[in-house]
């Protein structure tokens, strides 16, 4: 029978990140704290709110990147996959299970909880979308004034488009 161990969590960072380097190969690698809250309405009708703490591993390039950009607070999509951690102490057996991420993206703005209090010194962009939203706009939704506006290159009439008049429209 096949199995499928995939995780994808959205949530907000619980400390500062500590990079380590591993001995003998000096890659790096990071332990992140993230919580993940859930709201949801009991039997009574009232709203409840869940917070679930999950650890969360990331290796390599990943790890540094969120090292830099990344501090206690900073929202974070995490994808990667479930593994049991297993140990004795004392004669106890213990075990842990917690996320090896895989892929990460910073969620927010530097100012709103996304990034490392703007370490890089660059200009805060968004990301662009790699999938059209917002229904034959091409992921650039003009009616909420958001920042997409500044990537407007003309192609879709809007507000930075450059020679559309209303007599060009076709009805």
């Not at 096949?2 to 690698?29: C, E």
């Not at 990943?62 to 950009?69: G, L, P, R």
């Not at 299970?97 to 993206?105: A, F, S, T």
């Not at 910073?106 to 999938?131: E, F, I, K, T, V």
């Amino acid at each position: 029978m096949a199995s499928f161990n995939r995780v994808i969590l959205v949530g907000n960072l619980t400390r500062d990140i500590d990079l380590r380097y591993v001995s003998g190969g000096g890659t790096a690698v990071t332990e992140l704290g993230l919580a993940v809250n859930d709201r949801r309405k009991t039997q009574s009708g009232e709203w409840v709110d869940e917070t679930t703490f999950v650890d969360v591993t990331l290796w390599g390039r990943t790890a540094e990147i969120a090292s830099e950009y990344l501090s206690k607070g900073s929202s974070v999509l995490i994808e990667g996959r479930l593994k049991l951690d297993t140990w004795e102490t004392d004669g106890q057996k213990r075990s842990k299970l917690r996320v090896v991420g895989e892929k990460m993206q910073m969620l927010g703005g530097r100012d709103g909880g996304g990034g490392g209090g703007g370490r890089s010194g660059g200009p805060s962009r968004p990301a662009r979308q790699s999938q059209p939203q917002g229904g034959g706009r091409g992921g650039y939704d003009q009616s909420s004034g958001s920042d997409y506006d500044s990537y407007d290159d003309g192609s879709f009439g809007g507000a930075g488009s450059q020679g559309a008049a209303d007599d060009d429209i076709p009805f």
